[in-house]
C-alpha cells in the first residue's frame, strides 16, 4: 500500500513550506526524511499524516487522495507518532497504549496486549506515565501507534532525546514493523542514523526534494556539501558508518 | 460504571435522603414530625434536592469536559464565558420583567438566561470554530483560541452585567439582581426543576458523546487528529454540551462557581484519569457537593439564609489556591 506525495505544495501560516514534491513511499521499509532545519521535513510527514491539507497536489494512499478517506478510515490506515508530545493526564501506560484503539472503537485488548509485548512494557502496563524515564516514554508513545495496527507508521523524531541504547532499541522496533510489512516513515536529523538504518531516504532543502535514493546516494558527500553547506565524508562499513565533517 | 461512580452514586444515595430532612424544620423519618411534614417533603424539600442534584451534575460533567478539552486541571466552565452570559441573560430580564405581562414576565429569567447561554455559545462557536486547515498547532482554530474567545466573552459579559447594575432601576431590582447572581437554590419549585433536568440531562448526553474525543487529546492536538478525532465536530459538542449545563444551571439558580473546577479533582484519583472515565462521576460528585452544601446552608444558624453560590465560593477559592500551590510543586 503505497503513500505517495504527487506535486505536493504545503502552507503554514501563509508561508510556503513544501513546494512540488513528488516522492512515493513504499511499504515494508524503512524512510527517513532528513534535511536541514526549515527544510518541510515535519510538514511533509504531517501532509503525509492527513493532517495538513495540501495546499496543491495531493498525498495518495493506493492511489486514493487522503482528503477523500474518513477521518476514522485514515486514522485506521496511518499512525502518527509526533515529536516528543505533552501527555495531559497522568494515566497508567496500558491505558495510554489503549488510546491506539480510538479509530477502531473496539476494546482491541489483542493488539493492545501485542503492543506491550513487543515494546517490553509488560511490567510497566500499571505504571503512571510520569514515572517513566524518557527511554521508557518513548516506547509507550511507539506502541500506542502499534496498537492500531495501522499500515503506516508515520513518527516525527522519535529517536530525539534519547540516549544511544534507546535509540537503536527503538530502531530496532521499527525495523520488525517494517519486516512485518507496515509501512515506516521517520524525520531524523541525525544523519548516521539515515545512512545505517533507513532503507530510502529523502533529502529536503528549502521545502524542495534535494534528493532521494538508497542512503548511500541520497546522503553522499555532495549531497550533504550541497544541502548543509557541510564538507563532510562518510568512514566506516557499511551498516556502521560515521560521519566526520571537514575537508 | 468505575469505580468512582459507584463511590458517589452511593454517597448520593445516602446524602439525599438526609437532604430531604435537613432544614430549619427537622423532619423525623419515623413519621413523628410536624404536621404538614408531608407537604415541606415535597413542595419544598424535594424539588430543591432533585435542583441541586442537576445543577451539580451539569456543573460536575461539564468541569470535567473542560478540563479534559483544554487539557488544563484548572479550567473551569464558567471561566469562558457561557456562565457570564447566562447571568447577564438573566440580569437583563430584571430590567425587561416590568414592561411584560405578568404571565410571560415570570419565564423571562430563564428563558433570558438560556437565551444569554445560547449566545456565549454562538459566539464561541463563530470565534473558534474556523477550521486551521495549515495544520498550525490549534486544531478546529484551535484550543488557545477557544480560551481567549471565551474570556473575552467573560470579560464583556462581565462588564454589561456591572453597567447593568450600575444603572439598575430601583434599589429593589439592585438587590434583586446582587442576590440571584450569588446563587441560591432557596424557594425553587418544580417548575425550575422541569426546566433544568431536561437541558441538563441533554447536555450531559452530548458531552458524553465527546468523551472518547476528550481522551484523545490527552496525547496533544495532533495526535488527536491522527486518532481520528474532527476538531470541528468536538468542538461543537463542547459548545453545545457546556451551553446546556451550564446555561440551564445558570438559568434557574444564579452563578454557582467552582463546582466544575472542583469535582473533577476529587474524581480523577479514583480514576484511571482520563476525561471519558470522569464524566459520570464528576456528574454524581458535582451532585453530591452542590445537594450538601445547599443542605449545610439551610441549617447554618444564621439570620438569613447563606446563598449557596457565596458558600461554594468559600470553599471553591481555597481549594483553587491548593491546586496553584500543587501545580507549582509539579503534583498535577
Not at chain 2, 458523546?209 to 461543537?236: I, Q
Request: net charge neutral; charged share 15%; proline share 6%.
Amino acid at each position: 500500500m503505497t503513500l505517495a506525495a504527487e506535486n505536493l505544495n504545503l502552507t503554514r501560516g501563509g508561508r510556503s513550506v513544501v513546494e512540488g514534491l513528488t516522492a512515493a513511499l513504499a511499504p515494508g521499509k524503512i524512510t527517513a526524511i532528513v534535511g536541514p532545519n526549515g527544510a518541510g521535513k515535519s510538514s511533509l510527514l504531517l501532509a503525509l499524516a492527513g493532517l495538513l491539507e495540501p495546499s496543491g497536489g495531493a498525498v495518495t494512499l493506493d492511489g486514493t487522495p487522503l482528503a477523500a478517506l474518513t477521518p476514522r478510515g485514515r486514522a485506521q490506515a496511518i499512525g502518527y507518532l509526533p515529536q516528543s508530545p505533552d501527555i495531559a493526564w497522568d494515566v497508567s501506560v496500558e491505558s495510554l497504549v489503549a488510546l491506539g484503539r480510538l479509530p477502531w472503537r473496539d476494546r482491541g485488548t489483542a493488539a493492545i496486549e501485542a503492543a506491550l509485548a513487543a515494546l517490553d512494557l509488560e511490567t510497566l502496563r500499571t505504571r503512571p506515565v510520569s514515572r517513566l524515564s524518557g527511554g521508557e516514554r518513548a516506547r509507550v508513545l511507539l506502541a500506542r501507534v502499534l496498537a492500531g495496527n495501522p499500515r503506516w507508521i508515520l513518527a516525527d523524531e522519535p529517536l530525539a532525546a534519547l540516549d544511544l541504547a534507546h535509540q537503536l532499541a527503538l530502531i530496532a522496533h521499527l525495523k520488525a514493523c517494517a519486516r512485518a510489512g507496515q509501512g515506516v516513515a521517520i524525520v531524523l536529523h541525525d544523519l548516521a542514523l539515515a545512512m545505517n538504518h533507513a532503507d530510502h531516504v529523502l533529502v529536503l532543502h528549502e521545502g524542495r526534494l534535494a534528493q532521494e535514493g538508497p542512503p548511500a546516494d541520497a546522503l553522499a558527500g555532495e549531497v550533504i556539501a550541497r544541502v548543509w553547506g557541510v564538507s563532510a565524508q562518510w568512514l566506516g562499513e557499511p551498516g556502521r558508518r560515521g560521519l566526520v565533517s571537514g575537508a | 460504571m468505575n469505580r468512582a461512580s459507584l463511590v458517589f452514586a452511593a454517597l448520593l444515595a445516602v446524602l439525599l435522603p438526609l437532604s430531604l430532612l435537613a432544614g430549619r424544620v427537622w423532619i423525623s423519618p419515623f413519621g413523628d414530625g410536624p404536621h404538614n411534614a408531608a407537604l415541606i417533603l415535597a413542595e419544598l424539600r424535594l424539588p430543591r434536592a432533585v435542583l441541586a442534584v442537576v445543577i451539580g451534575a451539569g456543573l460536575g460533567a461539564g468541569g470535567a469536559a473542560m478540563q479534559g478539552y483544554l487539557r488544563n486541571p484548572l479550567a473551569d466552565p464558567g471561566l469562558f464565558g457561557i456562565a457570564p452570559m447566562a447571568a447577564l441573560g438573566a440580569v437583563a430580564s430584571f430590567w425587561l420583567a416590568p414592561l411584560l405581562p405578568p404571565a410571560v414576565a415570570a419565564w423571562s429569567l430563564p428563558v433570558m438566561a438560556l437565551g444569554g447561554a445560547a449566545l456565549g455559545m454562538a459566539g464561541l462557536a463563530l470565534i473558534a470554530g474556523r477550521t486551521a486547515s495549515d495544520g498550525a498547532e490549534g486544531a478546529g482554530g484551535g484550543i488557545a483560541l477557544f480560551t481567549l474567545a471565551g474570556l473575552m466573552l467573560a470579560s464583556l459579559a462581565g462588564a454589561l452585567t456591572a453597567l447593568a447594575i450600575t444603572l439598575a432601576p430601583n434599589a429593589f431590582a439592585l438587590s434583586e439582581i446582587v442576590l440571584w447572581l450569588n446563587g441560591a437554590l432557596t424557594d425553587r419549585s418544580w417548575r425550575e426543576v422541569w426546566i433544568a433536568a431536561p437541558l441538563t440531562l441533554a447536555g450531559i448526553g452530548v458531552l458524553a458523546l465527546a468523551a472518547r474525543s476528550l481522551d484523545a487529546l490527552t496525547l496533544g492536538e495532533a495526535a488527536a487528529r491522527s486518532l481520528g478525532v474532527e476538531p470541528r465536530r468536538l468542538l461543537v459538542l463542547l459548545v453545545i454540551g457546556i451551553g446546556l449545563t451550564v446555561g440551564a444551571g445558570v438559568a434557574v439558580a444564579g452563578i454557582i462557581g467552582f463546582v466544575g473546577l472542583v469535582v473533577p479533582h476529587l474524581v480523577r484519583p479514583l480514576t484511571d484519569r482520563l476525561p471519558s472515565s470522569l464524566l459520570l462521576p464528576s456528574a454524581l460528585a458535582g451532585a453530591c457537593l452542590v445537594l450538601a452544601a445547599d443542605s449545610i446552608v439551610r441549617i447554618l444558624p444564621l439570620v438569613t439564609e447563606l446563598r449557596l453560590g457565596i458558600a461554594l465560593s468559600l470553599i471553591g477559592a481555597p481549594f483553587f489556591g491548593w491546586l496553584l500551590v500543587q501545580m507549582r510543586r509539579g503534583r498535577l
